[in-house]
């Protein structure tokens, strides 16, 4: 059974930095790609970033691209979510999720089939 367990959101003030984790357990991820997605009131969840398992690919959202970083630490099986730079524009739930296996070139593409529970950023003004 696919575990993913988040922490690391809270309240920032806009300009900061946070650091999000997402603990994945469960299974050997070596074939899955690993990925973030946010979801605002009132909004649809979006895809902001995602990492291969074996790899070093990574993919970010337009909004993401150069100011939050994806990294993996494959020891702890554990995945990142650098957020510098933070607007009141990035609040939201933060979700990791899991895909796999994966064999192609849509390795970053939703669906993802496994999902954790999410942990809150709220970027004050």
């Known amino acids: 059974q696919v575990q993913l367990v988040e922490s690391g959101g809270g309240l920032v003030q806009a300009g900061g930095s946070l650091r999000l984790s997402c603990a994945a357990s469960?299974?050997?991820?070596?074939?899955?790609?690993l990925g973030w997605f946010r979801q605002a009131p009132g909004k649809e969840r979006e895809f902001v970033s995602a990492?291969?398992?074996?790899?070093?690919?990574?993919y970010y959202s337009a909004s993401a691209k150069g100011r939050f970083t994806i990294s993996r630490d494959n020891a702890k099986n554990t995945v990142y979510l650098q957020m510098n730079s933070l607007k009141p524009e990035d609040t939201a739930v933060y979700l990791c999720?899991?895909?796999?296996?994966?064999?192609?070139?849509?390795?970053?593409?939703?669906?993802?089939?496994?999902w954790g529970q999410g942990t809150q950023v709220t970027v004050s003004s």
């Open positions: 990492i291969k398992w074996s790899t070093p690919s990574t």
């Open positions: 999720a899991a895909k796999g296996p994966i064999y192609g070139s849509d390795w970053y593409v939703p669906p993802f089939q496994y």
């Open positions: 469960g299974r050997t991820f070596s074939t899955y790609t």
